[in-house]
Nanobody, 121 residues
């Protein structure tokens, strides 16, 4: 199952971006969703996750209070709203689907190709 991210780009520090992840309907209704990111030379890391019913969310400490994960059932889309972006947020962002919400990337079965986010100071 292929997930498709969009919404990345180049912004200045303090700006906002919203990433979108188009999800096949069958996957969307049965799986939790997560966002991860990978900066050059670094390992892929957890950013945010949401349970299949949208009731539970989890965030990495580095993005708490700035990023918000959400899902829209009617559009079969998962979102990551990113506010107050910092240069340290520069990375390729990936969405992923898992049976249960988790911060462990090994728990995720399906991944997108990623979208680049670049934040300049």
């Amino acid at each position: 199952v292929q997930l498709v991210e969009s919404g990345g780009g180049w912004v200045q520090a303090g700006a906002s971006l919203r990433l979108s992840c188009a999800v096949p309907e069958r996957t969307f209704t049965r799986y939790a969703m997560g966002w991860f990111r990978q900066a050059p030379g670094k390992e892929r890391e957890f950013v945010a996750g949401i349970s299949w019913n949208g009731e539970l969310t989890d965030y990495a400490d580095s993005v708490k209070g700035r990023f918000t994960i959400s899902t829209e059932g009617a559009e079969n889309t998962a979102y990551l709203q990113m506010n107050s972006l910092e240069p340290e947020d520069t990375a390729v962002y990936f969405c992923a689907a898992a049976e249960f919400a988790s911060a462990n990337l090994r728990q995720y079965d399906c991944w997108g190709q990623g979208t680049q986010v670049t934040v300049s100071s």
